[in-house]
């Protein structure tokens, strides 16, 4: 049985139907690769996904570990395991990027957590982002710049350890060595097999040192192609003009 089953999802923001008939399944510990041009639809699933309520399903159904959420609210697919990271993360004055993530951990667990034991993980992952220590101290993304702000997102990641995450547009506006260390955090994640990804891009550099299992092109709001690892070279190569023309 898949972890994720999308079947026919149809979706509309303010009664413009985006995304048309996409079906795709995810297994554990898969990592699939949606590409497209700018305005293709990728982020609007990834948001369909995860239960914004901008995002209206007018067809199809989604199914996690079995169960149909089409109609659970973003929290409830939190607490089920599904996690998302977004394009241009919002600030949140009031609360430090500690607390929120230690907050996060209880609410999708349900259960305490000793405080010597986060704060030892904390460490070990921020270091593993190169991620300043300090920061874990300040408001969560309040004065962050762009790179700061992809960290502290896979430092969620890592610490959250969901079951499904879903990237959307993580390497946006990263310079060259902080697309490399994000892509250390997103292997981090990948090497526990435990967890599935979706890698949402219309670039090709973030996967340049990640295994992908399957790759799939949205144009228009339809998945025209699908494929392995290779789709992603063969998109790095000649970009998506043959499958605008399709």
Do not use: W
Not at 98 to 103: C, E, G, K, L
Not at 165 to 180: M, P
Not at 221 to 236: H, K, P, Q
């Amino acid at each position: 049985m898949a972890l994720l089953e999308i079947k026919n999802l149809c979706v509309s923001v303010e009664e413009n139907e985006i995304l048309h008939d996409i079906s795709l399944n995810i297994g554990k510990g898969e990592t699939h690769v949606l590409m497209g041009p700018n305005g293709a639809g990728k982020s609007t699933l990834g948001n369909a996904l995860m239960g914004n309520p901008q995002y209206a399903i007018t067809g199809g159904n989604i199914f996690f570990n079995g169960l149909d959420i089409k109609d659970e609210t973003a929290d409830k697919r939190a607490r089920a395991g599904m996690f998302m990271s977004f394009q241009n993360p919002l600030e949140v004055p009031g609360i430090s990027l500690s607390s929120f993530i230690r907050n996060a951990i209880i609410n999708q667990t349900g259960q305490k957590i000793k405080l010597t034991e986060f704060r030892r993980n904390l460490s070990e992952n921020m270091e593993l982002l190169n991620f300043d220590s300090s920061y874990k101290d300040r408001d969560l993304n309040v004065g962050f710049s762009g790179g700061e702000k992809k960290k502290a997102e896979i430092l969620q990641l890592l610490m959250l350890k969901p079951k499904f995450a879903i990237l959307d547009e993580t390497d946006s506006g990263l310079d060259v060595d902080a697309v490399r260390t994000v892509s250390e955090g997103i292997r981090e994640y990948q090497n526990g097999r435990q967890g599935a990804l979706l890698i949402i891009t219309h670039s090709t550099k973030i996967l340049e040192s990640l295994s992908v299992d399957h790759t799939h092109i949205l144009v228009k709001g339809r998945i025209v192609a699908s494929g392995d690892g290779t789709l992603v070279e063969e998109i790095n190569r000649d970009g998506f003009e043959k499958y605008l023309q399709e």
